[in-house]
């Protein structure tokens, strides 16, 4: 009978402290002006990364730069010679990109029905055509960089049918898929590519779109009790970014409070 010490028992634990920082990496977070963004890039920050901050309004890329001690840049990521560019002024600035959060999205409110070749293109463009341009032109360089980490912001949209959001909903869809695929591609390379699907939050948009009155009815529809502030988001995105999420990739991850969990049931009994 063997007397050998179970391997299980004797392995030493890694420094998980360690494991939840992103030193010396430079971190690309495209819409990281204001809300889910701005966290999002504070968070990174705190663990240590580099934080090159995109927004398309120059004022909030540099004042969120500021609290981050990172950098602020401006592009049209939906333009890929303006991508290609802020990739290499990323690098410029902040060293050799090891990872990319892209929060960019925004939804055409309405039934399908009433959206037009227009909204079509600009849906397209704000939803995912970023997304693609990130995965295939950033994807590559982070490799190429030593390896490291890509996060997009999905929807519950793309899980669920939510009434006034087919458009939307099957552009996140897309999204979600392309991180699917495009984690099975550079898994051998050493990039992992993920998605955090959110439900309600309370961003600057929506804060603004939606009075008090209006957020308790959701907050209703939330189990957890209350739909999420910007900062919940962005604590998914950051553990997702860092090495302690070094086994997770391919993953579309739902912050929705218990949302998608729950089947709607008429009470009947």
């Known amino acids: 009978m063997s007397t050998a010490p179970d391997p299980v028992e004797t392995e030493e634990a890694p420094d998980y402290t ?5 030193d010396g990496r430079t971190v690309v977070v495209l819409g990281g002006g204001a809300g889910i963004g701005r966290q999002t890039s504070l968070a990174l920050a705190q663990l240590g990364a580099g934080v090159v901050v995109v927004d398309n309004a120059a004022e909030r890329a540099e004042a969120v730069a ?3 001690g990172g950098v602020g840049l401006t592009a049209d990521v939906t333009d890929r010679a303006a991508f290609e560019q802020l990739l290499a002024d990323a690098e ?3 060293g050799p990109v090891r990872g990319v959060v892209d929060i960019i999205g925004a939804a055409a409110i309405g039934p399908i029905t009433a959206l037009d070749d227009a909204a079509w293109e600009r849906q397209v463009n704000v ?3 970023h997304a693609f341009l990130a995965a295939q032109l950033a994807g590559p360089r982070i490799a190429e960089n030593g390896g490291g980490a890509m996060v997009f912001v999905g ?3 793309g899980v669920r049918s939510v009434p006034d959001q087919a458009l939307y909903g099957a552009l996140k869809a897309a999204v979600h898929h392309l991180v699917v695929t495009q984690a099975h591609e550079l898994a051998g390379r050493g990039v992992r590519v993920n998605a955090v699907a959110p439900g309600w939050t309370k961003t600057p948009r929506l804060r603004d779109r939606l009075g008090a009155e209006k957020w ?3 907050d209703e529809t939330v189990p957890r009790g209350a739909a999420a502030d910007p900062w919940e988001i ?3 995105i950051a553990f997702l970014m860092s090495p302690l999420a070094g086994y997770v990739t391919g993953q579309v ?3 929705d409070g218990g949302m998608t969990a729950v089947s709607p049931h008429p009470d009947v009994f």
């Open 216 to 218: 308790a009815i959701v």
């Open 253 to 255: 991850i739902a912050a």
């Open 92 to 94: 410029r600035l902040s």
């Open 234 to 236: 962005a604590g998914p």
């Open 155 to 157: 929807s519950i949209s």
């Open 127 to 129: 939803n995912l055509r």
């Open 66 to 68: 500021k609290e981050t």
């Open 18 to 22: 360690a494991l939840s920082r992103l």
